[in-house]
T-cell receptor, first 115, second 113 residues
Framework: AQTVTQSQPEMSVQEAETVTLSCTYD???????LFWYKQPPSRQMILVIR??????QNATENRFSVNFQKAAKSFSLKISDSQLGDAAMYFCAYRSDNAGNMLTFGGGTRLMVKP | DTAVSQTPKYLVTQMGNDKSIKCEQN?????MYWYKQDSKKFLKIMFS???????INETVPNRFSPKSPDKAHLNLHINSLELGDSAVYFCASSQVAPGRSYTFGSGTRLTVV
């Protein structure tokens, strides 16, 4: 079974600075997809960014980018120019095309942004 | 608005009661899910339905029963509620095609007293 691990329960960043959230996963598959979701205090789960394992190029969405290291099974999220609205729980997630298309989540990282 | 909508958003009930949470999506997705988020924020899959057919049924007590009358709806019925059932329950939907992300409902916070 696939597992996703986020080793940082909490992170803190100064407004306008850059922060990196870590994620590692365990799988024996070669084709899969990785995601970062944001959960603000409103509870809504919001997709931040998505990466296909077959693509070597790291995904980027505005201030959010990933560092995908397939051999190391690592998928970190970098947030540049952090804003107060970035404060939230961030979840790393894995999805393969097996196991009924289930999305498996890491335990989450709480990001605090200091003004 | 296109979305995944869950009702109710909050549910407070006594132990032993039976309750239902409803979920509807108008995104045309063919797969729907129920996830449970515990007090430590951990998200775990409970059920998955594809075109009204049960695909995944994780280790969940028999007191939990999903029902999918059509592919746009997936309801969750819980019998004989226990204190440990207190959590946030999320409905989600996606296309079964490879790599598609999930769209989540806003969650239902269930509190059993």
């Amino acid at each position: 079974a696939q597992t996703v691990t986020q080793s940082q329960p909490e992170m803190s960043v100064q407004e306008a600075e850059t922060v990196t959230l870590s994620c590692t996963y365990d799988t024996s598959e070669s084709d899969y997809y990785l995601f970062w979701y944001k959960q603000p205090p409103s509870r809504q789960m919001i997709l931040v960014i998505r990466q296909e394992a077959y693509k070597q190029q790291n995904a980027t969405e505005n201030r959010f980018s990933v560092n995908f290291q397939k051999a190391a099974k690592s998928f970190s999220l970098k947030i540049s120019d952090s804003q107060l609205g970035d404060a939230a729980m961030y979840f790393c997630a894995y999805r393969s095309d097996n196991a009924g298309n289930m999305l498996t989540f890491g335990g989450g990282t709480r990001l605090m942004v200091k003004p | 608005d296109t979305a995944v909508s869950q009702t109710p958003k909050y549910l407070v009930t006594q132990m032993g009661n039976d309750k239902s949470i409803k979920c509807e999506q108008n995104l045309g997705h063919d797969t729907m899910y129920w996830y449970k988020q515990d007090s430590k924020k951990f998200l775990k899959i409970m059920f998955s339905y594809n075109n009204k057919e049960l695909i995944i049924n994780e280790t969940v007590p028999n007191r939990f029963s999903p029902k999918s009358p059509d592919k746009a709806h997936l309801n969750l019925h819980i019998n004989s509620l226990e204190l440990g059932d207190s959590a946030v329950y999320f409905c989600a939907s996606s296309q079964v095609a490879p790599g598609r992300s999930y769209t989540f409902g806003s969650g239902t916070r269930l509190t059993v007293v």
